[in-house]
């Protein structure tokens, strides 16, 4: 109602209860057309739908519709079929109650279309599984079945139901469907044998000629031609624009396969259906005695072939009659009339019965295999009022039928209304309105209603005949304000409109006048004895199955015709009271099916007998509106400060308080138990237009908090998120060390056990630690490698690699030298050989030698100046020509006598020994060195060292100087005497003759045999003087 509310302007009231002026029919039907003019069908009065027929398919019953409709409150859209059957879908779960809705409305208003509709709702709106889809299959495929044998074209309607249908859909706990059960009422059988103008028989023997294939067609022994049957004739209207009787075929043969028809069962039913065509075809000609025989035995024997009848009883019980007087049985043949009325009573008789038959089929197919409880949803698609040109026994039946509708309408409606207004503690206005149970009481009514009368009539001892019947009416009814016949009538008018042989009622839908004719035969009901034999002994199994012979022998008198309704309507009645009802009241806008035109005369009428203005009164009672507190709170809170955004205390004194702070005044409603009801639509479309203003406001609020709350919420997600992540990364670091802590430990314990077998051969204990132990070695090793030769020191290394150790020394040593040896150069060799020399003479024997090791030993201790001087004066005049100089360096010589020092030059060449004066570089002293006898030298640290000379050897006398030879031995000085002596000794190749004199003198021989002494002392400093003895003191620093 609320979105109602908000295109009130537009299109009328969606609900009437907020028709201002809802006393106006006027107003009522002009609310109506205008919503038909804008497309909307459906109006609501409180509950009710009122559903106006459109004639033409709006696209507002697909998938998306079921969505919407699904599980929403039922005033908060626009009115809609799906809405009510959501409703009490949504009751019959929600409160556990059963429900039925029921559909009432005249012909052609829309009453089968509607529960189609809701069908529809529920099984699209259930869930999806295979089982459920089966049912729901059924379930939707029982329309086309039962339509195709009970609806017919009538002036009214194309598709128009001739049959009462009440149809329970039973659901599991879940509310998914899981079966369902039809009943049906009284069909319209007269219309096999009888229809009028412009209407047709049941559309299934239009659609089997149409639609049935050349191969069945001729099993069927029909022609493809409706116009060759006589039943499907009368109404001249064999071709309707709006139906495809072709396609509909297709439709049925389906269904029938959907709702598990066998091919047997359905060659069997359409045979009986052809039957019923031939018998219409069945003709009778008058004898000379008046008695009937059959013209043409065609349509017999095509009867007794379909049906598996033997061909002469069939024609037997077509023209006789079997009396049976006095426990005699005797046959009376027919006359015409009689063999056409038995003829047609066949017809009529085995149509009723097939379609019972396909009910009932039809149920045990929809019969719910599991057996559990099950919720029931009834729908209610019963033919609706109905004035026809002739009105007969049916149209009396049908209008009897609505007439208990609309009293149980009438019931339920007002007295839930009332009881509403009890349960609220709300004082009843009584209403005014039409209760139509008049009408009822006089129909069924005992002893004296229409159908008690017509029942005793027919059971009457007599000849009792439809005018005697209608005699026994007038008297006794004539005085009824609802029943009038040409003889009760009280003024000329009324009596001329009505025949001698009719009666009328002045029904609540309105005046229907009948005609008497037939309605005593009707009520009978019967079928010829001689019949009903010939059907039972049928091989086709569904007649034989429908005249059993067990009948033949009940001699107990059935039910007249109407009594069965009346029964079956009272069961009916009685399960519709046991279920909450929900109504539809289908209104057709006008009588020629156009989708464009609203005819307001028509539309009125229907208003006022389907008794909207009254439900609309009563329901208005003085409110137009009543709201749960609650839900009436919940969308209005916002208006009042104190109710916003939430009330603490109940739902009445929230609302209480916002209607005082609304200012409602006292008369605008009223506060009922659970409910607040409000009298003016105007009080109410005030609020709303507050709540619409209001709403802006609390939308911004809404979104911004929401907004809020939406990135809380993300931002808790993504905290949830990250300490999940932690949590799992710390539990999976933790795995990592603890795993990393195992294989450490485990690695030490190995270690350990390696170390404890270190020494074993290798086995699987150690081998880790041996291997682990060279690694580590060589790599200690590597870094730790002596660098040069001399570099004596070695990494120590463990037991188990003490020859390794050994070997890789050797090695690395050998590689060392190898490499020294390799950078050696060939004057560096010459070098070390000198050296070595120079060790091997000095060596622990003389003490200043280790200082001079590491001083090289070079070719000349001359300056540049010096040796050009040696090269110019030395090399040119002294030495000889093949001479090679050596080695030269300054030195100091001692006199032999008198110990004097002198500098002097010395030159080594390849065969002499030479002193040159240090100035002029003139010659001193030659002497070859084979001459040399002796190189002495201390053992101190002094450079002092004595050559002795061989005075005696001739071969070199001759090359002697003669001052050399006179002097004696040879003393020099000089500060570099290892390299002086052993380049002395090598080039003189003297090294034998090399001594060092341990003792603290060394003699040397002067001139002329004589002798002389060196002393060597220590003293303070290094000092070589001539002593006071004489001899020549050598003094070395300590
Ligand atoms: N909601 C609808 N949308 C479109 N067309 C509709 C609707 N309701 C009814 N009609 C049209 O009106 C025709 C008559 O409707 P329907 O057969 O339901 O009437 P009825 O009330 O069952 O009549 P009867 O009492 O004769 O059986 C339908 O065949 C269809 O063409
Ligand atoms: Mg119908």
């Known amino acids: 109602m609320e979105n109602e509310l908000n295109k009130r302007d537009h299109t009328g009231v969606q609900d009437f209860v907020l028709l201002e002026d809802f006393r106006d029919p006027t107003a009522f039907v002009e609310n109506l057309r205008k919503r038909f003019s804008a497309n909307l069908i459906y109006t609501y009065i409180g509950p009710v739908l009122v559903s106006v027929n459109p004639y033409q398919n709006f696209d507002i019953y697909n998938e998306e519709y079921v969505h919407i409709y699904r599980n929403v409150n039922f005033y908060e859209l626009p009115p809609h079929i799906f809405a009510i059957a959501d409703a009490a879908y949504r009751s019959m779960r929600g409160d556990n109650r059963n429900q039925c809705v029921l559909i009432s409305g005249e012909s052609g208003a829309g009453k089968t279309e509607a529960s189609k509709k809701i069908l529809q709702y529920i099984a699209a709106s259930s869930k999806h599984m295979k089982d459920v889809e089966q049912v729901k299959d059924r379930l939707l495929q029982s329309n086309p ?36 059960h039809i009943l049906n009422y009284l069909l319209e059988k007269s219309r096999v044998v009888h229809h009028s ?101 065609t349509p017999v024997e095509n009867i007794s072939q379909l049906l598996g009848c033997p061909e002469g009883v069939l024609q037997s019980a077509l023209q006789n009659k079997t009396i049976e007087a006095k426990g005699e049985k005797m046959k009376s043949p027919l006359n015409k009339d009689q063999a056409l009325y038995a003829r047609d009573a066949l017809a009529k008789g085995v149509y009723d019965r097939l379609f019972t038959w396909i009910v009932n089929k039809v149920n045990d197919s929809l ?71 008049i009408i009822c009481d006089l129909v069924e009514g005992k002893p004296v209603g229409m159908i008690a009368i017509m029942d005793e009539e027919c059971l009457r001892p007599g000849d009792p005949t439809d005018s005697t019947f209608l005699e026994k ?130 539309v009125h009428h229907q208003v006022k007998y389907l008794g909207l203005m009254e439900n609309l009164r009563v329901r208005r009672a003085g409110f137009a509106y009543r709201r749960p507190y609650d839900i009436f709170l919940n969308r209005y809170k916002s208006l009042c400060p104190d109710t916003w955004p939430h009330y603490d205390g109940t739902a009445k004194e929230g609302v209480e308080m916002l209607v005082n702070h609304l200012q409602y005044s006292n008369d605008d409603y009223r506060l009922g138990k659970t409910k607040l009801f409000i009298r003016f639509p105007r009080v109410l479309f005030a609020t709303e237009d507050a709540f619409q203003i209001r709403k ?48 450490a430990a485990e690695r030490l314990r190995g270690f350990i056990k390696g170390f404890i077998h270190r020494l074993e051969p290798e086995c699987d204990e150690n081998k880790h630690f041996i291997q682990y132990t060279k690694y580590n070695y060589l790599m200690k090793l590597k870094e730790t490698l002596p660098k040069t030769v001399l570099d004596k020191t070695w990494p120590s290394a463990p037991q188990l690699l003490q020859k390794t150790s050994q070997l890789l020394r050797n090695l690395c040593m050998r590689n060392l030298t190898l490499c020294y040896v390799k950078s050696v150069t060939p004057a560096r060799k010459a070098q070390m050989e000198e050296k070595v020399v120079a060790e091997s003479l000095f060596k622990g024997k003389k003490e200043n030698y280790p200082g001079s090791v590491k001083e090289m030993f070079a070719d000349t201790l001359l300056d540049s ?53 240090e100035k002029s570089y003139l010659l001193k002293d030659k002497l070859p060195y084979q001459q040399i006898t002796g190189v002495l030298s201390s053992s101190l640290s002094d450079g002092l060292c004595v050559i002795t000379i061989n005075m005696d050897d001739n071969g070199s006398k001759e090359n002697l100087d003669d001052t050399l030879d006179s002097k004696g031995d040879l003393i020099l000085h000089s500060d570099r005497l290892i390299e002086v002596i052993t380049k002395t000794v090598i080039h003189g190749n003297k090294s034998e003759a090399f001594q060092v004199i341990s003792e603290a003198s060394i003699t040397h021989g002067i001139s002329g045999g004589k002798k002389g002494y060196i002393e060597f002392t220590r003293g303070q400093t290094s000092a070589v003087k001539k002593a006071k003895n004489g001899n020549l003191c050598v003094m070395v620093a300590q």
Not at 570 to 585: D, F, G, H, N, W
Not at 876 to 897: C, G, I, L, M
Request: net charge positive; glycine share 4%.
């Open 473 to 602: 009416l007038n008297i006794n009814l004539g005085q009824h304000p609802h029943y009038f016949s040409h003889s009760s009538a009280t003024d000329t008018a009324a009596r001329r409109s009505i025949g001698r042989d009719e009666f009328r009622l002045l029904h609540f839908a309105g005046e229907v006048t009948y005609s008497i004719q037939g309605f005593l035969d009707k009520n009978n009901d019967s079928l010829f004895r001689d019949l009903k034999e010939a059907m039972s002994q049928t091989s086709n199994k569904i007649t034989s199955m429908c005249f059993p012979a067990s009948e033949l022998q009940d001699k107990k008198r059935p039910n007249t015709a109407s009594t069965q309704f009346k029964n079956s309507l009272a069961q009916l009645m009685e399960i519709l009271m046991s279920k909450e009802p929900s109504y539809v009241r289908c209104i057709k806008p006008n009588d020629y099916k156009r989708s464009d035109l609203f005819d307001d005369r028509i």
């Open 696 to 743: 802006h406001d609390l939308a911004t609020m809404v979104q911004a908090r929401y907004r809020g709350f939406a990135q809380k919420k993300k931002y808790l997600t993504m905290k949830l998120a990250a300490i999940m992540l932690q949590s799992h990364w710390r539990k999976v670091a933790a795995q990592r060390l603890l795993k990393r802590r195992k294989q």
């Open 367 to 437: 019969n719910s295999r599991k057996r559990m409880k099950c919720s029931l949803m009834g729908l209610l698609d019963i033919y609706g009022f109905e004035i026809f040109g002739v009105n007969s026994f049916e149209q009396f039946c049908i209008n009897y039928c609505n007439e208990k509708l609309q009293q149980l309408f009438i019931e339920l409606t007002l007295k839930s209304e009332q009881e509403e207004y009890q349960r609220e503690g709300i004082a009843w206005e009584p209403v005014e309105y039409f209760n139509n149970k």
């Open 197 to 297: 103008d412009g209407e047709r028989n049941f559309h299934i023997f239009y659609q089997l000629i149409a639609g049935g294939t050349p191969l069945l067609l001729s099993k069927l022994k029909l022609t493809k031609d409706a116009e060759n049957y006589h039943y499907l004739t009368q109404g001249k209207s064999v071709r309707v624009d709006a139906l495809n009787d072709h396609k509909d075929f297709s439709h049925v043969k389906h269904a029938l396969d959907v709702c598990d028809f066998t091919t047997q069962e359905q060659e069997a039913l359409f045979s009986i259906v052809a039957s019923v065509l031939h018998l219409g075809n069945i003709q009778f000609e008058e004898n000379e005695d008046g008695l009937a025989n059959i013209s043409d035995f």
């Open 865 to 917: 100046t010096q040796q050009n001087m040696l090269c110019s004066i030395f090399d040119a005049k002294v030495k000889q020509q093949d001479e090679k100089v050596q080695y030269s360096a300054p030195v100091t010589k001692f006199d032999r006598h008198g110990y004097k020092s002198r500098k002097r030059v010395l030159v080594l060449t390849d065969k002499h020994l030479y002193l040159l004066d």
């Open 145 to 180: 079945i039962l339509e195709a044998f009970g609806n017919a074209k009538t002036n009214r309607n194309d598709n128009s139901s001739r049959f009462g249908k009440y149809m329970d859909i039973q659901f599991d706990f879940k509310g998914v469907p899981v079966g369902g």
